[in-house]
């Protein structure tokens, strides 16, 4: 009985890492209204994309899905266009932001923001910052996957 208990236990918290560990996006309910972000960061946030996103919408708060995330030792926002900003397979622009002080900033230099499906943060962390693994659509039946890591200024794919 202790044993099987025991089997139960561990099937369960392995369940529950892999579920913590899977890759995520945003659905349409993750605005920036919904991320409770104030009209400053809106601002920030939005002159950030501007001037990495590779076309400009008619709106940037309808074209962009927003998310709070935990980075590890900071706050953290996810990003993501949803229309102009995709491609035809399914990948999108994507950002990660992170909060320094008052400040969103991006963790992509302006010209590596990734155009991807889904991503996963954790759970290994370097530099305080959790790895990010993203996935993209390379065809319906080619998908790639890309680790980054955090070098203490921005992401680097490893």
Known sequence: MTK???GLLLSTL??????????QSLSPQDTFAASRLSQKEIRQI???????????????????????????KRSGLVVRGTN???GATGNCQTWI?????????SLFPKDQVPVIESFCLGPSITA???DLTVSAN????????????????FYRAK
């Open 4 to 6: 099987t208990i025991s």
């Open 14 to 23: 392995l369940i529950s890492v892999t579920a913590a560990n899977q890759m």
């Open 46 to 72: 939005r002159d950030e994309v501007e001037q990495s996103a590779y076309d400009t919408p008619e709106s940037w708060e309808k074209e962009l899905r927003v998310k709070r995330v935990d980075l590890g």
């Open 84 to 86: 102009l900003l995709c």
């Open 97 to 105: 932001f992170q909060k320094i002080r008052d400040r969103w900033v």
């Open 128 to 130: 305080e910052i959790k």
């Open 138 to 153: 390379l065809s319906a039946q080619s998908v790639q996957t890309i680790t980054y890591k955090f070098d203490g200024k």
